[in-house]
Protein backbone atom coordinates (compact mmCIF):
# COMPACT_ATOMS: atom_id res chain seq x y z
CA UNK A 1 0.00 0.00 0.00
CA UNK A 2 1.71 3.49 -0.60
CA UNK A 3 0.41 5.65 1.78
CA UNK A 4 1.28 8.56 0.32
CA UNK A 5 -1.24 8.15 -2.89
CA UNK A 6 -3.84 6.53 -0.37
CA UNK A 7 -3.92 9.98 1.01
CA UNK A 8 -5.26 12.10 -2.14
CA UNK A 9 -8.54 10.35 -1.58
CA UNK A 10 -8.93 11.33 2.16
CA UNK A 11 -11.57 14.36 2.95
CA UNK A 12 -9.51 15.33 6.30
CA UNK A 13 -10.45 17.02 9.34
CA UNK A 14 -9.39 18.22 12.53
CA UNK A 15 -11.59 17.14 15.46
CA UNK A 16 -11.37 19.16 18.91
CA UNK A 17 -12.27 16.76 21.98
CA UNK A 18 -13.60 19.21 24.69
CA UNK A 19 -16.25 20.17 27.66
CA UNK A 20 -14.99 23.45 28.46
CA UNK A 21 -14.26 26.97 26.47
CA UNK A 22 -10.05 27.07 25.93
CA UNK A 23 -8.43 29.62 28.03
CA UNK A 24 -4.94 29.62 29.51
CA UNK A 25 -5.75 26.37 31.74
CA UNK A 26 -6.68 24.48 29.12
CA UNK A 27 -3.97 21.75 27.73
CA UNK A 28 -4.79 20.55 23.97
CA UNK A 29 -3.01 16.82 23.42
CA UNK A 30 -2.84 16.36 19.88
CA UNK A 31 -2.60 12.95 18.59
CA UNK A 32 -0.84 11.07 15.38
CA UNK A 33 -1.02 13.94 12.48
CA UNK A 34 1.20 11.66 10.21
CA UNK A 35 1.13 14.45 6.98
CA UNK A 36 -2.41 15.59 7.16
CA UNK A 37 -1.57 19.17 6.73
CA UNK A 38 -5.37 19.93 5.90
CA UNK A 39 -6.70 18.47 8.85
CA UNK A 40 -4.35 19.91 11.08
CA UNK A 41 -4.98 23.35 9.50
CA UNK A 42 -8.64 22.62 10.84
CA UNK A 43 -7.77 21.60 14.31
CA UNK A 44 -5.66 25.06 14.65
CA UNK A 45 -9.00 26.82 13.37
CA UNK A 46 -10.41 25.96 16.74
CA UNK A 47 -7.20 26.32 19.26
CA UNK A 48 -5.66 29.63 17.90
CA UNK A 49 -6.42 32.96 19.58
CA UNK A 50 -7.35 30.58 22.91
CA UNK A 51 -4.24 30.96 24.64
CA UNK A 52 -4.27 27.39 25.63
CA UNK A 53 -1.04 24.73 25.95
CA UNK A 54 -0.42 22.55 23.03
CA UNK A 55 1.34 19.25 23.22
CA UNK A 56 1.53 16.86 20.20
CA UNK A 57 2.67 13.42 20.53
CA UNK A 58 4.81 13.03 17.56
CA UNK A 59 4.67 11.27 14.12
CA UNK A 60 4.30 14.45 11.96
CA UNK A 61 5.36 13.21 9.07
CA UNK A 62 5.32 9.79 6.95
CA UNK A 63 2.59 8.16 5.40
CA UNK A 64 0.88 11.22 4.29
CA UNK A 65 2.42 13.14 1.40
CA UNK A 66 2.36 16.80 3.64
CA UNK A 67 4.56 15.88 6.11
CA UNK A 68 6.63 19.12 4.96
CA UNK A 69 3.75 21.20 5.43
CA UNK A 70 2.77 19.40 8.98
CA UNK A 71 6.94 20.03 9.97
CA UNK A 72 7.14 23.46 9.55
CA UNK A 73 3.90 24.91 10.83
CA UNK A 74 4.55 22.36 14.02
CA UNK A 75 7.82 23.70 14.34
CA UNK A 76 6.49 27.39 13.78
CA UNK A 77 4.04 26.64 16.48
CA UNK A 78 6.55 25.57 19.50
CA UNK A 79 8.89 27.98 18.64
CA UNK A 80 6.27 30.91 18.23
CA UNK A 81 2.97 30.02 20.03
CA UNK A 82 1.81 33.82 20.25
CA UNK A 83 1.85 34.07 16.19
CA UNK A 84 -1.20 31.24 16.73
CA UNK A 85 -2.54 32.76 20.02
CA UNK A 86 -0.94 30.03 21.94
CA UNK A 87 0.53 30.66 25.63
CA UNK A 88 2.85 27.50 24.75
CA UNK A 89 2.95 24.92 22.25
CA UNK A 90 5.86 21.05 22.09
CA UNK A 91 6.28 18.21 20.17
CA UNK A 92 7.80 14.89 21.41
CA UNK A 93 9.72 12.72 19.66
CA UNK A 94 7.69 10.03 18.02
CA UNK A 95 9.02 6.67 16.27
CA UNK A 96 8.70 8.58 12.69
CA UNK A 97 11.15 11.48 13.49
CA UNK A 98 13.19 8.86 15.17
CA UNK A 99 13.59 6.88 12.13
CA UNK A 100 14.08 9.84 9.85
CA UNK A 101 16.35 11.04 11.99
CA UNK A 102 18.31 8.03 12.24
CA UNK A 103 17.99 7.28 8.16
CA UNK A 104 19.46 11.54 8.29
CA UNK A 105 21.91 10.30 10.15
CA UNK A 106 22.80 7.66 7.53
CA UNK A 107 22.77 9.99 4.53
CA UNK A 108 25.39 12.67 6.90
CA UNK A 109 27.61 9.71 7.54
CA UNK A 110 26.58 6.65 8.69
CA UNK A 111 27.22 3.44 6.60
CA UNK A 112 24.29 1.06 8.35
CA UNK A 113 21.78 1.75 5.31
CA UNK A 114 18.95 -0.08 6.58
CA UNK A 115 18.49 2.45 8.86
CA UNK A 116 16.76 4.53 5.04
CA UNK A 117 15.15 0.89 4.21
CA UNK A 118 13.69 0.73 7.69
CA UNK A 119 12.39 4.64 7.41
CA UNK A 120 11.20 4.17 3.93
CA UNK A 121 9.04 0.73 4.69
CA UNK A 122 7.02 2.27 6.87
CA UNK A 123 5.93 5.71 5.01
CA UNK A 124 8.84 7.64 5.03
CA UNK A 125 9.11 10.03 1.49
CA UNK A 126 12.79 11.77 -0.32
CA UNK A 127 10.47 14.29 -0.33
CA UNK A 128 10.83 15.28 3.25
CA UNK A 129 14.56 15.27 2.88
CA UNK A 130 14.56 17.65 0.03
CA UNK A 131 12.70 20.02 2.08
CA UNK A 132 14.26 19.52 5.66
CA UNK A 133 16.99 21.68 4.16
CA UNK A 134 17.49 23.76 7.34
CA UNK A 135 20.34 22.72 9.77
CA UNK A 136 18.47 24.23 12.76
CA UNK A 137 14.72 22.66 11.57
CA UNK A 138 17.04 19.19 11.71
CA UNK A 139 18.62 20.43 15.47
CA UNK A 140 14.65 20.80 16.53
CA UNK A 141 13.71 17.23 15.74
CA UNK A 142 16.90 15.42 16.96
CA UNK A 143 16.02 17.70 20.12
CA UNK A 144 12.53 16.80 20.33
CA UNK A 145 11.62 15.21 23.90
CA UNK A 146 10.65 11.61 24.52
CA UNK A 147 7.55 12.79 27.18
CA UNK A 148 6.22 15.38 28.75
CA UNK A 149 4.49 15.75 32.30
CA UNK A 150 2.77 18.85 33.05
CA UNK A 151 3.00 21.14 35.92
CA UNK A 152 -0.43 21.33 37.14
CA UNK A 153 -3.11 18.13 37.19
CA UNK A 154 -5.94 18.20 35.52
CA UNK A 155 -9.32 17.13 35.60
CA UNK A 156 -10.24 13.71 34.05
CA UNK A 157 -13.57 12.00 35.03
CA UNK A 158 -14.41 13.93 38.14
CA UNK A 159 -10.79 13.16 39.56
CA UNK A 160 -7.35 15.47 39.78
CA UNK A 161 -4.89 13.55 37.96
CA UNK A 162 -0.87 14.45 36.77
CA UNK A 163 -1.24 14.59 32.99
CA UNK A 164 2.00 12.24 31.64
CA UNK A 165 1.86 12.43 27.77
CA UNK A 166 4.15 9.73 26.07
CA UNK A 167 4.15 8.94 22.38
CA UNK A 168 3.96 4.87 22.39
CA UNK A 169 4.19 3.56 26.65
CA UNK A 170 6.00 4.12 29.73
CA UNK A 171 7.28 1.90 32.11
CA UNK A 172 5.40 1.72 34.95
CA UNK A 173 7.07 3.80 38.30
CA UNK A 174 10.40 3.69 36.32
CA UNK A 175 11.85 7.76 37.28
CA UNK A 176 10.65 9.51 33.60
CA UNK A 177 14.25 10.37 32.93
CA UNK A 178 15.48 6.61 33.41
CA UNK A 179 12.64 5.13 30.94
CA UNK A 180 14.16 3.43 27.82
CA UNK A 181 13.56 4.90 24.86
CA UNK A 182 12.41 2.61 22.80
CA UNK A 183 9.29 2.13 25.69
CA UNK A 184 8.36 5.46 25.09
CA UNK A 185 8.47 5.58 21.13
CA UNK A 186 7.78 2.19 20.03
CA UNK A 187 6.08 0.29 22.62
CA UNK A 188 2.17 -0.73 22.55
CA UNK A 189 1.38 -1.52 25.91
CA UNK A 190 -1.68 -0.12 26.99
CA UNK A 191 0.24 0.55 30.99
CA UNK A 192 -0.76 3.70 33.16
CA UNK A 193 2.22 5.23 34.75
CA UNK A 194 0.96 5.54 38.15
CA UNK A 195 -2.61 5.87 39.57
CA UNK A 196 -1.94 9.51 40.56
CA UNK A 197 -1.53 9.74 36.49
CA UNK A 198 -3.52 10.33 33.61
CA UNK A 199 -1.22 8.63 30.67
CA UNK A 200 -1.63 9.98 27.39
CA UNK A 201 -0.36 8.02 24.42
CA UNK A 202 -0.78 8.18 20.40
CA UNK A 203 1.25 5.21 18.08
CA UNK A 204 -1.49 2.85 18.56
CA UNK A 205 -4.49 3.32 16.09
CA UNK A 206 -8.10 3.89 17.55
CA UNK A 207 -9.70 1.60 15.06
CA UNK A 208 -13.34 3.27 15.82
CA UNK A 209 -12.30 6.99 15.61
CA UNK A 210 -12.31 8.55 18.80
CA UNK A 211 -9.77 8.33 21.83
CA UNK A 212 -10.02 5.21 23.89
CA UNK A 213 -9.81 4.71 27.63
CA UNK A 214 -8.49 2.38 29.58
CA UNK A 215 -8.15 1.29 33.31
CA UNK A 216 -5.16 -0.08 34.66
CA UNK A 217 -3.33 -1.52 37.87
CA UNK A 218 -0.92 1.25 37.19
CA UNK A 219 -4.09 4.17 36.32
CA UNK A 220 -5.81 5.48 33.41
CA UNK A 221 -4.40 5.15 29.73
CA UNK A 222 -6.37 7.58 26.89
CA UNK A 223 -5.11 6.44 23.20
CA UNK A 224 -5.73 9.46 21.11
CA UNK A 225 -4.31 8.71 17.99
CA UNK A 226 -7.17 8.49 15.33
CA UNK A 227 -6.00 6.60 12.33
CA UNK A 228 -5.23 10.31 10.00
CA UNK A 229 -2.93 8.46 7.45
CA UNK A 230 -6.09 6.67 6.42
CA UNK A 231 -9.39 7.92 8.17
CA UNK A 232 -7.91 11.83 7.50
CA UNK A 233 -8.72 12.50 11.17
CA UNK A 234 -6.59 14.45 13.08
CA UNK A 235 -7.71 14.61 17.05
CA UNK A 236 -7.25 17.25 19.56
CA UNK A 237 -8.29 16.43 23.29
CA UNK A 238 -8.80 19.39 25.86
CA UNK A 239 -7.93 18.79 29.29
CA UNK A 240 -8.23 21.24 32.09
CA UNK A 241 -6.25 22.02 34.57
CA UNK A 242 -7.89 21.36 38.18
CA UNK A 243 -5.91 24.18 39.79
Known amino acids: MLYNDSMKELKQKGVLLTDHDLDEKSVVV ?21 NCQVVFVGDLL ?20 EK ?12 HERM ?10 DTDHRLISLWLQNGGMYDDFQFITDEKLWAWLYGLPLWYEHPNPVRWNDRELKLLVTHGSVAPQTPLREQDPMTLYWDRDVVGYSPEHLTVN ?33 TGLALREAL
Open 30 to 50: VGDIHGCATALKELIEHISDT
Open 62 to 81: DRGSEGAEVISTVHTMCTNP
Open 84 to 95: FGLSSAMCLMGN
Open 100 to 109: ILDAHSTVVG
Open 202 to 234: GHTVCRGGEPLEFETPTGTVLRIDTGSYFTGVV
